[in-house]
């Protein structure tokens, strides 16, 4: 596809840093980056320990920097970028100093809560942030968006619902807001029976429907807790009360969510399932740059379908609105409890459906303690990990 020269955006090239370069999203901001080298100029890419994608990335988008998580992946990622003259970093505060490095514009692509860390950190240098990373805000929502506020940060939301929301939400006049419909595509169990679910392998539960994604959310997706850890990330971004948010599985994933107003008209943000669109809508903010992603036919799609979530085959939405309506700690448990049963339930140690049973006993044994600072976060999200890995192990390992 050629680039429409109307289309480019006008200012010299954005800097530009990716957090979690090697995953998912990190991939697509990498590709989208690479087929228009002239907007971008790319400051900073991290990994966890994907050494030899994160210095190939590094190498053809001519990075200042690249750093991995794990320390021990240091001598490698050095060898990699031998001759490069591009850094190599290693360790947890190395991420967090790429992300304090100034830069027009930083993707959150980190999973899960070891992505709270370097972003709170690009918030606090008032950043323009592509916020793909929805566990931050799940983990430590009140505190991060005081931060954004204080800091005069910009999140910018990838998550394809939030950014479809963001596009047709009127924050100009927030009253005139009645609700936010948050459409989930129900992922691989949407029709299956209960006693199916509880046989479910890794990779049946792996295998989404529509969207290709990293291991941990499409883990999500098929519990629905992805959509449950979403439900709590709308309720940050958006002015709105909790009861405002519902959510409307919609199989096709064509209408990325949408935005009902006062007078009854709803308004939709749609496209073809490719994380490249709303990941450009951040990368170009406040322009607008081409993509390949194909583009939507209807004509040819001729039936959009709708459908009431099930709550009893899928109970992590009701733990997600429940955790967030009790506050305090209750999303950081949840957030925590989920990224250790999930992680289990990859490893073969407990079933599908233990998932969620997992996550509804840590939460029934868990207070509902005030968050106030940052050790308060880590505190709960410590507590939570232990406490589920010792109820797995006690519990639920080898039923
Ligand atoms: P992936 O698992 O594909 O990638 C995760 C990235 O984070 C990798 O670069 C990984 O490095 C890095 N990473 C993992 N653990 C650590 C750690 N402890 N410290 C530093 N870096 C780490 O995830 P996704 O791209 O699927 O998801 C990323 C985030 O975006 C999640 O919060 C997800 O919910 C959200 N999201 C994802 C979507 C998608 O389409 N994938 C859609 C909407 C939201 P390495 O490769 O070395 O392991």
């Known amino acids: 596809m050629g680039v429409n020269p109307q289309l480019k955006i006008s200012t010299n090239p954005k800097t530009v840093t990716v ?17 228009t ?39 490698s990622l050095k060898d990699a970028l031998s001759g490069s003259g591009i850094e190599a970093a290693a360790g947890e505060q190395a991420i967090a100093d790429a992300a304090q490095r100034p830069t027009d514009i930083i993707m959150a692509g980190i999973v899960g809560a070891a992505g709270l860390e370097p972003a709170l950190t690009a918030v606090r240098r008032g950043a323009t942030i592509g916020l793909a990373n929805k566990e931050c805000l799940v983990a430590a929502g009140d505190l991060f968006m005081a931060e954004v506020k204080a800091h005069k940060a910009t999140l910018l939301p990838v998550d394809s619902e939030h950014n479809a929301i963001y596009q047709v939400f009127d924050f100009e006049h927030p009253h005139r807001v009645e609700k936010i419909i948050l459409t989930a ?9 209960k006693q199916q679910m509880e046989a ?16 941990k959310i499409s883990i999500d997706s098929a519990t629905m807790m992805n959509k449950g850890l979403e439900l709590i990330e709308a309720y940050y971004l958006f002015p709105v009360e909790l009861d405002q948010i519902e959510i409307l599985v919609h199989p096709q ?3 990325h969510s949408m935005v009902g107003y006062v007078d009854g008209s709803v308004l939709a943000q749609l496209g073809s399932p490719d994380m490249r669109t709303p990941i450009s809508y951040a990368l170009a903010w406040p322009d607008r740059i081409e993509t390949p992603s194909p583009r939507l036919d209807l004509a040819d799609i001729a039936t959009l379908t709708f459908e009431a979530p099930d709550m009893e085959r899928f109970p992590a939405l009701k733990l997600a609105r429940e955790s967030l309506r009790a506050g305090g700690c209750r999303p950081c448990v949840l957030n925590a409890a989920n990224e250790i049963a999930v992680q289990e339930f990859l490893d073969g140690n407990i079933g599908f ?21 940052l050790e308060d976060v880590h505190e709960a999200d410590r507590d939570a990990r232990r406490k589920t890995s010792a109820l ?8």
């Open 392 to 399: 797995i192990k006690s519990q639920f390992m080898g039923r």
């Open 253 to 255: 994933s064509v209408i």
């Open 200 to 215: 479910a392998t890794v990779e049946q539960a792996l295998a989404h429907p529509v969207w290709k994604m990293g291991t």
């Open 37 to 75: 080298p002239e907007h971008f100029q790319v400051i900073a890419l991290t990994a966890n320990t994907n050494v030899a994608l994160l210095a190939q990335q590094a190498r053809t988008l001519g990075a200042e920097i690249a750093v991995v998580a794990d320390e021990g992946c240091y001598g």
């Open 185 to 193: 595509s129900g992922g691989p169990f949407r029709t299956s029976s």
């Open 19 to 35: 957090l979690g370069a090697t995953g998912s999203v990190g991939c697509n901001t990498v590709d989208l980056i690479e087929r």
């Open 353 to 373: 459906l233990d998932i969620t049973r997992v996550e509804e006993q840590v939460l029934a044994d868990s207070d509902v303690r005030p968050v106030n600072s």
